[in-house]
């Protein structure tokens, strides 16, 4: 079985910052990316970051220059929110691409998403 655990989220003030971290555990051979979507109510999912294995890291367009995703070990991702504005309220969910077992297909594996609120 394998679990994705974020943490942090919370609310957050016009211009501040919050972090979130996302831990892997359970039955997994390797990972190879990790990272972050979005969803606010009433709307679709949608890709913030992730990041590769070897550090390799993309973000969409809303968050560059104001969202760090960083990889700290094989099984750990955090995201630096900073500047944050009213629009990036949503619950954020960490996936990661997984591979169970050697010569078996990576699949990808989602958290249960922490809630993001920014508001004065």
């Known amino acids: 079985q394998v679990q994705l655990v974020e943490s942090g989220g919370g609310l957050g003030q016009p211009g501040g910052s919050l972090r979130l971290s996302c831990t892997a555990s359970?039955?997994?051979?390797?990972?190879?990316?990790m990272g972050w979507y979005r969803q606010a109510p009433g709307k679709q999912r949608e890709l913030v970051a992730t990041i590769t294995g070897s550090g390799s890291a993309d973000y969409a367009d809303f968050v560059k220059g104001r969202f760090t995703i960083s990889r700290d070990n094989a099984k750990n991702t955090t995201l630096q929110m900073n500047s944050l504005k009213p629009e990036d309220t949503a619950v954020y969910f960490c996936?990661?691409?997984?591979?169970?077992?050697?010569?078996?297909?990576?699949?990808?594996?989602w958290g249960q998403g922490t809630q993001v609120t920014v508001s004065s």
């Open positions: 359970g039955n997994i051979f390797s990972i190879n990316s």
């Open positions: 996936y990661g691409q997984i591979r169970r077992a050697v010569y078996t297909a990576f699949n990808n594996y």
